[in-house]
């Protein structure tokens, strides 16, 4: 097979890689652009368009996701956590739970001061946040945009167990009160009504592919491959040229395997996630020395930071019974044809219904007050000093209710009713790391450990979170079954040492990943561990650079998805301006933004 040749190679057909190979296709239609993704396509598939589908591509056998397995932990009760990531084209964007949230203002100035990024402060990123956007939620919203790609609403469904958990919330506890947008970039703890990357007129999911790739369809010079893994990148002395894949066998099951090589005349852009990434840059010699010797790949760079800083929310999804009168999304989890015929039908007609909603209707984001520091204990006291105390906008915690059973033990379906009360750490203390076992074999397991409970901060943040578990026979905490709310007169639960004792058993069993994998090639100094600089280019090469969640230096207190989608929206500023290709208007803050700054 004849080499290809074009200007860009983007290695991963992930959110921020499909957002960035939109927006230079657009911007110009001449440029050569190469998207490797070792994923299906998604277009027009009622499993991704339909918000509601997206439980179905987290079963074992999907082929839309791919799943990581950690090492055994004691922190995790001896456990082999496994943690999953999108595996299609628009990665995250195109199977998860379509939640739309964006990090605290103080996440990005971190970026920004903390680690040395200029250009990435929180004033500076939010024109493109704004541009990304089409918030149909409020018109007029300073910190929104109105003109962007992807839709933002509440979906087309109204869930009843996301009603009820704000009208209790809102008598339990009067101290934090509630607001119609914890989103506008003034974060503050409170509750609302949950917004979804959903399109209020059609119900459909606000993906990646369908809304920067696929309406370019015309465009001949933006080449799309799906199925094939990236092995490595072949360097010319110290200039990136080659990039080498090969046959996703999960995907193309035609029995070959045959390595095929694509050039890169301008540059190489890796996008293939925290997980892919550094399996990439070691196979391709970049990392610590190291791992580079353990797994016989020869090395170019030394970069130890390679596959380091690996960080996750880690999320605890207790379960409970619903009333049977409820509307839940557990007929679509359990494939209910008839359910999903009839709701079908009302999602094609007017766009609402169950399968215009992902059945997560409302949360908060938590902040403890001086009391709860004091419940918290001393395990979380000097983190608290340390990283929230001099950051006022920074939640601790995400908690809200989700119309469904979820977690990996569903039982068989049963046709009951079932909802949780989810909590995720917004910055845990833990983290982990990910590196390549093999120089060749593209399928090898990854050295994976994700660091879940590392920390004891982690687990008073999920004690305090969750005090709702099983507790011993005769214990003030003990579950048992009723039908609606507690009254709000009743006493706070009380627990005993041994009750603790059963709630920090029932964490090390239970937590595991949100799906927010980042920080595995950190965007921060070479000294300090970086592997990229603030313009994205790998320490030590020319013409790579890196475009995903995987070069976030720090945590952000969000579903990750607003993150992805910022990252390529940057990357496509600054790979415009060196190309001398016009990108327009970024979008601008307005002036009321600034004035509230």
């Not at 399968?355 to 006291?381: C, H, M, V, W």
């Not at 090898?444 to 999920?462: C, K, N, Q, R, V």
Request: net charge negative; with cysteine; aromatic share 10%.
């Amino acid at each position: 097979m004849s080499q290809a040749t074009y200007d860009i190679i983007i290695a991963g057909g992930g959110t921020a890689g499909c957002v960035l190979a939109g927006r230079l296709a657009a911007a110009d239609p001449a440029l050569t652009i190469l998207i490797i993704e070792s994923g299906p396509t998604t277009r027009n598939d009622p499993l991704h368009i339909q918000p509601s589908r997206f439980m179905y591509h987290q079963r074992p056998d999907s082929k839309t996701m791919k799943f990581y397995s950690g090492k055994e932990c004691a922190a995790l009760g001896g456990r082999a956590p496994v943690v999953s990531c999108g595996q299609c084209l628009g990665g995250g964007s195109s199977v998860n739970f379509t939640m739309y949230t964006r990090a605290a203002p103080s996440d990005y100035d971190d970026w920004a001061t903390v680690y040395g990024n200029k250009g990435w402060s929180a004033t500076e990123l939010l024109p493109l946040l704004r541009k990304c956007e089409t918030y149909q939620v409020r018109p007029g919203q300073a910190t929104h945009g109105y003109a962007g790609p992807l839709k933002v609403s509440y979906g087309g469904y109204y869930p009843e167990v996301g009603q009820e958990f704000l009208n209790v919330a809102a008598q339990y506890d009067k101290t934090r009160g509630h607001t119609d947008d914890v989103n506008d970039f003034l974060i503050r703890p409170l509750g609302q009504r949950w917004p979804k990357w959903i399109n209020a007129e059609t119900g459909t999911r606000s993906d990646v592919p369908h809304h920067y790739i696929y309406p370019q369809s015309s465009n001949k010079n933006l080449t799309v491959l799906t199925g094939y893994h990236v092995k490595r990148v072949i360097f010319s002395g110290s200039v990136a040229r080659d990039v080498e894949y090969v046959p996703n066998s999960q995907i193309r099951d035609d029995g070959t395997s045959q390595v095929v090589t694509a050039r890169a005349r301008r540059m190489v852009v890796l996008s293939a996630g925290t997980f892919g990434f550094p399996a990439i840059l070691e196979r391709s010699g970049i990392g610590s020395s190291e791992v580079l010797k353990k797994i016989g790949a020869k090395e170019i760079i030394c970069l130890p930071g390679v596959g380091e800083n690996y960080q996750d929310h880690q999320t605890v999804f207790p379960q409970y019974l619903a009333c049977e009168s409820s509307h839940t999304l557990d007929c679509i989890v359990e494939d209910d044809q008839e359910e999903i015929a009839a709701w079908t039908k009302q999602w094609l007609e007017y766009g609402t219904g169950l399968l215009a909603t992902n059945g997560l209707e409302a949360g908060i984001k938590l902040r403890p007050s001086r009391q709860e520091l004091y419940a918290i204990g001393d395990d979380f006291r000097k983190r608290w000093l340390e990283f929230y105390a001099p950051s006022p906008d920074k939640p601790i915690i995400w908690m809200g209710v989700i119309a469904l059973l979820s977690g990996e033990d569903r039982p068989p379906p049963s046709g009951k009713k079932y909802f949780g009360v989810v909590h995720y750490l917004q910055h845990p203390a833990s983290v982990g790391y990910v590196h390549a076992t093999s120089a060749d074999d593209v399928e090898a397991p990854l050295d994976f450990h994700p660091g879940y409970l590392d920390s004891p901060a982690d687990m008073a943040l999920h004690k305090w979170a969750y005090k709702r578990t099983p507790f011993p026979s005769g214990s003030a905490a003990t579950v048992c079954e009723r039908s609606g709310p507690v009254p709000i007169s009743e006493p706070d639960l009380e627990y005993s040492a041994e009750d603790d004792r059963a709630l920090e058993d029932y964490i090390r069993l239970t937590v595991g990943s949100c799906w927010h994998s980042l920080g595995t090639c950190a965007m921060k100094r070479r000294e300090e561990g970086g592997v990229v600089d603030s313009r994205l280019n790998v320490y030590g090469v020319e013409g790579l650079k890196i475009v995903d969640l995987s070069i976030c230096p720090g945590n952000v207190a969000a579903n990750t998805y607003s993150t992805a989608v910022l990252i390529g929206e940057k990357a496509a500023m600054i790979i415009a301006e060196e190309l001398g290709i016009p990108m327009g208007d970024a979008g601008a803050a307005g002036p009321l933004f600034k004035a509230r700054l």
